[in-house]
DNA sequence: GGTGCTGGATAGCGCTATTATCCACGGATG
DNA sequence: CATCCGTGGATAATAGCGCTATCCAGCACC
């Protein structure tokens, strides 16, 4: 197909396509003739998963350029590439320089090595759960986060079951990214339904006078 | 404290407290002349919940306004207020008009009443929710969030156990807004760490040629 | 043989969060 | 009493991001 049928198809505008083949986020359509390229199925497919991973993501498009780079570095052993789609998910936090972050990024550590996790000792998730951490410890509110941890080992683990990491690249990147963000919207979503089912049982009738009886 | 004691210990520039006093989110300090005026902790305070809200929550200023305004209405009951402030940390998700849609946010419905929660039928949180299951049927992933549900409502249960909603408005709100943001993005980092654990674990020695015995 | 779509390049836009600049004033300080 | 720094208040400028619009030359296709 033409850019334009991939546009009307895509639902994508045809300037924000030519974007995203400027920021190398879609790969180039074939080069049928020096002023016509067609694209295929794979392109309708990455649109699908830069749409996904912006509007559900909420990715910047730099972050999105970072999964999409890894995807495409043939080199990249498949557990790496999986790990550098995956690093492109969080926040990038650098470390501040003081000894609080230094005891919350160890209890991060730990928190990790309790459960006897392998997780790459650079890991910039590392250093996010380390924030959240101190952030937490700061304004006073409770920093025990192992039932947490186990809580998202068990859904993760649930998650992973379900999808074949071994099948072609962009499939299994497309199903770990794809499944990280959007699961896990889900389930930011179902939190805070469930906190407002629960405030909202707990202050049942505060604002009125109690009923008799 | 002056502006700038205000600003020199909380870390935020001078001109962005200005700014913030401008738009709504910091109340004004104690006019103690024609120009000059006193700010004590309660501002303090505030700036350290915008900036948590910000940073780690990712709030655009105007759903950080949203929530501000629900704590200072002093007229609403304390279970709308929070309502109103946690509403906000969602995105904003508007249907669309397609038999998928209501289709999904059928589903939705069924998830929360199947739990038995207690959801204002108009909360948006129920579109945010269609609108993640439409994307995940959309791309031909499971959508079946059962357990996600019981999960969250286990932990939402869990966090709002150690939190007093019956103090002061500023606190109730501040406590069920921090809580959610920073244990959703403490629990989604937890998340991504045992994906990212998990998938090692399933492809270990895949590049490798597998170690002898 | 026109003409409509294409690739390619560059410029502009709308929004958000912040930062900078300017101003007049008045309280603290000498 | 002079002065001068920090202030409140207003407005303008900035930076970054995600597009969107414009222009152009060329060729495939009718």
């Known amino acids: 197909m033409r850019i334009s049928e991939l546009s009307d198809r895509s639902g994508v505008a045809l300037a924000t396509i030519k974007y995203y083949l400027r920021e190398g986020l879609l790969h180039q359509g074939e080069q049928v003739a020096a002023t ?11 649109l699908r998963l830069i749409r996904a991973l912006l509007e559900i993501g909420r990715l910047p498009v730099a972050a999105i350029k970072q999964v999409i ?4 570095d043939e080199s990249l052993p ?14 990038a936090v650098e470390p501040e320089p003081s000894d609080d972050w230094q005891a919350a990024r160890a209890e991060a550590d730990r928190l990790i090595d309790e459960r006897g996790w392998t997780i790459a000792p650079d890991a910039p998730t590392r250093n996010e759960l ?5 952030t937490l410890r700061r304004l006073g509110m409770p920093t025990d986060l192992s039932r947490y941890a186990e809580t998202a080992g068990g859904l993760a683990a649930a998650e992973l079951e379900s999808l074949r990491l071994d099948g072609p690249r962009e499939s ?5 990214v794809l499944g990280t963000v959007l699961y896990g919207r889900a389930f930011d979503a179902l939190r805070r339904l469930a906190h407002e089912s629960e ?5 049942a009738g505060e604002d009125q006078p109690p009923a008799a009886g």
């Open 199 to 203: 405030s909202a049982r707990r202050l």
């Open 36 to 46: 016509r390229a067609v694209y295929d199925d794979s392109h309708l497919r990455r």
């Open 130 to 134: 380390a924030q959240t951490l101190l």
């Open 69 to 72: 780079d890894a995807v495409e």
């Open 78 to 91: 498949v557990h790496q590439m999986l790990g550098t789609a995956q690093y492109a998910l969080g926040p």
């Open 172 to 176: 299994a990147v497309e199903a770990v």
